[in-house]
Structure formats: C-alpha cells, structure tokens
C-alpha cells in the first residue's frame, strides 16, 4: 500500500486530470440512468399476482390502467373525451358504457356492469396502455392525459399515482441534494478547524457520487427510492474517510515530515483504519440484495458500490485534492466549535452502572413498541392529498365505492355449472360490491357469437376468462389483504389453476415478502458485520458489544414511531436497520479502536475509556452530526411521505447512535473490558498479559 500511496502522491496533477475527465462518462451513464417509479414492478416473477400480470397484459392487453371519472357531462362530451384519450401514443383503449351501448341495447348490459361505468351522475372510462404502469411511454401517455383533465373529470389508478410520484421526485430530487450539501457545510464548519476544508470534502465527495450514479448505467435501471436517497447517504457514510484522511495528514506534519511524505503517511493510514469500518457498512448495505422484493437489490447495490467508490476517492482523489489547495486550507482557520467531551469521558466511567441500567430500562419499552408500529404498503399513502391521483382515487371511493379492482383469472374450459359456482364465490366475498365478466353477458340470454369482438376480447382470451370484481376495501389494508386471501381459496377450490391479480393483490404479495425480508435482511446484516469484526479485532467478544450498541439504538429509533402514533413505510422497517448498523457502526469501531491502543500503551482500563471517548467524540460528533444534517434537512423538504420518514429516521437513528457510542459503550467496556480482553486473541499485543 505504501508504494500505491506514493504514487498517488507523486502523480496528484494527473490523477485529478484523469478523475475529472471520467466524470463526463459518469454524467452520460447518470442521464441515461433509467429510473423506475413502480415498486410493485420489483415483486418476484413466480407470484401468482405476477403471473396473472403478464396474462393481463399479453392476452387482454389490460395489465396497466387508469381511470377516468367522468362528473355531469354529456354523453357527446364522453364520446369526445374517450377520442382524444384514445388518440394519445401509449393508451390502447378507452372504454366507457357508451361504448357497449353502440353495440347492444341497454336492456341487455349486465346490470353489475352498468353500476360498475354509470352511477347516474358520473360516468367511468377505464383507460388500457399499450405497456406497463411504470413504462416511460406510459408515464407519457398519462401527462397528456392530465392535459385534457377540467374540474368535471378525475384521473385515478396505479398509472395516475406513478406518474404523480415520478413529478414530485423530479421536483424535489435537486432540493434534496442542495439541503444536504448546505447543512453538511455548516456542521462541517463547525467541526473542522480549515474553514476550506468542508469544499474540498465536498469535491472529493462528488467524484464519488457522480461515478456512482453513472455507473448505474450497467444496472439498466434504478428505483426513484435509491435515486433519492443513494447521494445522500453516500455522502454521510464517505464524510467520515474525508476527516479521518485530513486528521492524519495533520497529525503528521505535526510530526516534521514534509507535504507529501505526511500525505503518502495519511494515505496508508486511512486506507488501513477506514478498510474494517467501510467493509462493515458495504456488507450491511449488501445484505439488502438477499431480499425476495427485487427493490432490495437495487438499494443494496448502487449504496455499497458507493461506499466502495467513497472510499477511492478518500484515499486517491481526497490526498490530490488536499496537496494541491493545501495552502489555502491551511491558511485559513477558525476556531473549532465541536468539542471533544472530556467531561462526557469522566461521567461514563465514573456512573457506567447507572448508564446500564438506565439503557436497560429505556431498551425493554422500545423494543416491545418496535413490534407494535403500524406500517402502511400502499404507494398512494405516501404522496400529498392535493395531487391528480389522490383525487381520482378518492373520487372513485366516493361515488363507485371501488377504490380497488380485483382481476381473477380462471379457464375458459370451465363449464356453466363450475363458472357459476366461481361467480358465485366471488359475490358472496365480504367487500366485493360488483362483478362483471362475458357470461354475464350470456345469462342474459345473448349466445356468445353474436357479442361483438371487443366486447369478448375484454373479457375471453388465450383460454381464460377474465373476471372484474370491485372491492370497497382499500389496497393494502388489513381487510383488502384478507379479501384477497379469500378469494384465491374460494376460486381455487373450484378452478386450481386460477389467479388473482391486479392492484389489491401486487400489495397483498408486497405485505409478506417485506415481512419475510425484515427477519432475513436484519439476520444476515447483523452476522455480516459481526464476521468482519470479530476477523478484524480477532475476537468474539468485540463483536457482540459493538453490534449490540448499534442494535440498541436501531430499537430505539424503531419504536419512536410507536409512541408518537405515526405509520412508517413498509420499506422503512426494512433499510433503516440495515443503513443505521452499515453507517453508524463505524463510531463504534473507531471507540473500540481507540481503547485497545490506550490499553496496550499500559493505560488502566477507566483511564484508556477516558482517553478512547474523549480522543474519538468530536470525529463522531461531527460525522454523525453530517448524516444528520444531511437526512434531517431531506426529511423537511420532501412532500412524499416514504421519502421523508425514511430520510426522518435516519436521521434521529443518526443522534441515538452517537448517544449511544458515546454513553453505552463506554459503560460496557468498563464492564466488560475484561471479557473483551480474555476472549480476543492478543488483544493487548502481549500473550497471556492479564486485564489491569
């Protein structure tokens, strides 16, 4: 690594040159990026909801939809309406009742049918597109839409709410950036000494981003969750090999050594004091991938690649970046306004007792309120109530009664008896309020060749049939999901080989895959990092306390929401633990780090915890005060509600893990100091020297 170092060093000028010229690529791959808006999209492709999907989509030609309430308006104006939707590139059909009554007489639609497009005062168009809910053109096809919308008519459905989410993110995505870049600035100048130093952490942070984002190209796509949040956390999690990397290079020329031989110094330092703690937070982050829902994958990827990348630029980047502003970093200093917390090192060790106790006593009602917080899955749960979508949906509540479409799919070999018995099911499911479907048609007495071709088309296809039952329920909610469940039992004792599908039950799947994954995703992040720990400090003793501080404070920030009555996305139960323990858990390696060197320099056990919190406090005050500043100030600006808890949370889980290094742990390793050292191999340098 020293012969890297100094090379780095030597070849400053055209490392910056080459690192610039790569950020053109980077933005190229960064536009070309595809970013996807539709998080049922990431459902694995085995489930029954997915299949019927696919069957929706190439055989009725009606897996993606909208709808269109139509208020007090005539039927010529409907007509005209229905054309120009029809005409939009991307929408295959509109269809509304004035178009079954151009082919039949009134009499003869199925009355479920009529109440399902015609309540008298409103009238319902279904609007089908040509690709899916989340698909670009599709996306496309729903502004134009909106284009043609005027205070008589409601746009609704899934395609409506993706659309509304992809507006909102591509408003507030460069807010999010500028808030955290400002607020990490300001703590930044608090912390540090160099008043140009925050910019040059900043700059060196960017090379970073950009190539991280760029490189998302090889993904083909990434979810707007991860493009929301991936700059940031990046950014918090980096900040920390930036401070440690300009603390070192300080440290030695504090020593006599010139610019470069103290760079190529700090240089080799960084790389070996960040190496345990960046491996640490690339496994929590990693840990995502083995999620069932395909989002964790995408999360888990692009954020450890951007540690990876964090870590490139503090260690080759970074080092170019400071030789060359070295002068005027150096020449203009403030005085430094995060202290060290001396006093803070004396209150641990001298109270560590009633500091356990108290986590103890904090830790029991948390932990129990963790498992009582209300989450919710449904996407338009998350966006203001003033948009496009939120409106649509609400109207279709209040004037249909049908804030869900339920799509069941059975075979067309059924005979009349057997599709009796299903419709039959279906009817008589608590919360469905109408269903349509082609032989409703026919038990009207109509033979099925003399129904037109677009009526059939709707609903027979490619050896199914396609039966439309409308839900009261909302989707996602507990009655919806159980509604759901009923259903396929009902429909599959008759038919095995049906399937239900559509909005309610992508959610319902949603609902146990993401239940399925927190158990897993938080097992395999918390074993990951305790490997690395326990192969980097050699011990099996470390791991279980430092790890059991972060936990603690995961549990802590979990159950908040409890207390406070708030529902957090589902999501949220799935990557906050797994971020906090990847980003946080670093301030516990850089204490433990730092006590077992006081130690082998034959420092007592309370004497080497004073000296380890104190040296350590103003490095963890103002890396965990950045990822604060930088998740809190997203938290306030944001107008989606998934984005904003979740930026909400990691940043208080940001302050109760400082809390928590800086009060528990040292707690604990005055207790446990001993353990530590009995159950770790030469943990004080010296076989067989006895804990002091």
Request: net charge negative; glycine share 6%.
């Amino acid at each position: 690594m020293r012969k890297i170092a100094e090379q780095i060093v030597k070849k400053r000028i055209l490392i910056l040159v080459l690192a610039t010229v790569l950020l053109v690529p980077s933005l190229i791959g960064y536009i070309n990026t595809r970013i996807n808006y539709d998080i049922l999209s990431y459902l694995p492709d085995q489930l029954d909801s997915i299949e019927g999907q696919d069957i929706l989509d190439q055989e009725f030609h009606s897996a993606s939809m909208a709808i269109v309430t139509v208020e007090n308006m005539e039927k010529k104006q409907v007509d005209r309406i229905a054309d120009k939707i029809r005409a939009i590139d991307g929408v295959r059909d509109a269809m509304w009742l004035g178009d079954f009554l151009q082919t039949m007489p009134s009499e003869m639609i199925p009355e479920d049918l009529r109440g399902m497009l015609d309540n008298g005062d409103c009238q319902l168009m279904m609007v089908t597109f040509e690709e899916g809910n989340g698909s670009d053109r599709t996306l496309k096809a729903v502004d134009e839409m909106k284009s043609l919308m005027n205070s008589q008519m409601f746009l609704g459905g899934l395609a409506a709410v993706i659309n509304d989410t992809k507006m909102l993110i591509e408003q507030e995505l460069p807010l999010y950036v500028a808030v955290a870049v400002g607020l990490s600035l300001v703590v930044l100048f608090l912390g540090l000494r160099y008043s140009v130093a925050p910019f040059i952490f900043l700059l060196g942070i960017l090379y970073a981003v950009l190539y991280n984002f760029g490189t998302n190209i090889f993904l083909g796509e990434v979810s707007y969750i991860t493009s929301a949040l991936a700059a940031i956390l990046q950014l918090a999690v980096s900040m920390d090999f930036s401070i440690f990397l300009l603390e070192r290079y300080d440290e030695e020329l504090h020593k006599g050594l010139k610019s470069q031989e103290a760079m190529t110094e700090a240089v080799v330092n960084t790389f070996t004091a960040i190496s345990a703690s960046s491996l640490t937070t690339i496994a929590g982050f990693l840990a995502m991938c083995i999620m069932d829902l395909k989002l964790g994958t995408d999360m888990g990827v692009v954020m450890a690649k951007g540690v990876v990348l964090g870590v490139f630029s503090a260690v080759v980047i970074l080092p170019a970046l400071i030789l060359v502003f070295d002068k005027p970093i150096h020449k203009h200093k403030h005085k430094v306004l995060i202290p060290k917390l001396q006093g803070v090192a004396n209150f641990t060790t001298t109270h560590y007792k009633g500091i356990l106790i108290a986590a103890v006593a904090l830790l029991i009602p948390f932990a129990a309120a963790q498992k009582k917080t209300d989450v919710y899955y449904n996407l338009l749960d998350s966006l203001p109530q003033d948009l496009t979508s939120t409106a649509g949906t609400q109207k279709l509540r209040d004037e249909f009664d049908m804030p869900t479409t339920n799509f069941i799919l059975v075979s067309d070999q059924l005979s009349s008896t057997q599709m009796d018995a299903v419709l039959e099911a279906i009817e008589t499911t608590d919360g469905i309020n109408s269903v349509a479907t082609l032989d409703r048609f026919l038990g009207a007495g109509i033979p099925e060749d003399m129904l037109p071709e677009s009526i059939r088309s709707v609903f027979d296809a490619g050896g199914w049939k396609m039966i439309m039952a409308n839900s009261s329920y909302t989707s996602a909610t507990h009655e919806q999901n159980a509604q759901i469940t009923e259903l396929e039992n009902r429909v599959k004792a008759i038919d095995p080989t049906a399937l239900v599908t559509g909005e309610g039950a992508l959610n319902r799947d949603l609902v146990l895959i993401a239940d399925h994954d927190i158990q897993m995703v938080n097992i395999v992040s918390i074993l990951a990092v305790f490997l690395i720990i326990a192969i980097s400090f050699k011990s099996i003793s470390v791991p279980i306390v430092l790890v059991a501080a972060i936990e603690m404070a995961i549990t802590i920030n979990m159950g908040i929401p409890y207390f406070q009555g708030e529902t957090i996305p589902f999501i949220a139960s799935i990557v906050i633990g797994t971020i906090q323990l990847g980003a946080t858990i670093d301030y516990a390696i850089l204490t433990m780090t730092r006590y077992q060197e006081e130690r082998r320099r034959g420092k007592d056990r309370k004497a080497a915890v004073q000296t380890a919190v104190y040296a350590c406090s103003s490095s963890i005050l103002t890396s965990g005060l950045s990822f604060f500043a930088a998740t809190v100030g997203v938290s306030l600006v944001s107008k989606i509600d998934l984005i904003r808890s979740l930026c909400g949370m990691l940043a208080r889980g940001a302050l109760i893990s400082m809390a928590v290094i800086l009060f528990v742990l040292p707690a604990l390793l005055m207790v446990f100091g001993g353990v530590i050292e009995k159950t770790s191999f030469q943990f004080l340098n010296k076989k067989g020297e006895e804990s002091r």
